[in-house]
């Protein structure tokens, strides 16, 4: 059975920083395409950024330059480095692992206050 927990969300002020993590189990992040996905209040959940099999990483133009992805094989987990947050990145951020299912944790709360 295939779990992806995220944790690192939190409250923080803009200009600050966050690491969102999120840990497999019963897959192995380097056999997937890795995503971060958020979802802001009354909008529809985005991609964030992408991380391939092959290790290329792709990015939503609104967080281009501020976040990077990234993982770790030996710990089986992705990263999400984010950097000079503002207000409109506060969402519940979700991690992806997509190949031949698609499977989604629970989401992480981060809020930027202003």
């Known amino acids: 059975q295939v779990q992806l927990v995220e944790s690192g969300g939190g409250l923080v002020q803009a200009g600050g920083s966050l690491r969102l993590s999120c840990t497999a189990s019963?897959?192995?992040?380097?056999?997937?395409?890795m995503k971060w996905y958020r979802q802001a209040p009354g909008k529809q959940r985005e991609s964030v950024a992408t991380?391939?099999?092959?290790?290329?990483?792709i990015y939503a133009d609104s967080v281009k330059g501020r976040f990077t992805i990234s993982r770790d094989n030996t710990k089986n987990t992705v990263y999400l480095q984010m950097n000079s947050l503002k207000s409109e990145d506060t969402a519940v951020y979700y991690c992806?692992?997509?190949?031949?299912?698609?499977?989604w944790g629970q989401g992480t709360q981060v809020t930027v206050s202003s």
């Open positions: 992806m692992a997509l190949r031949w299912a698609t499977y």
């Open positions: 019963g897959t192995r992040v380097s056999e997937n395409a």
């Open positions: 991380i391939t099999i092959s290790g290329t990483t």
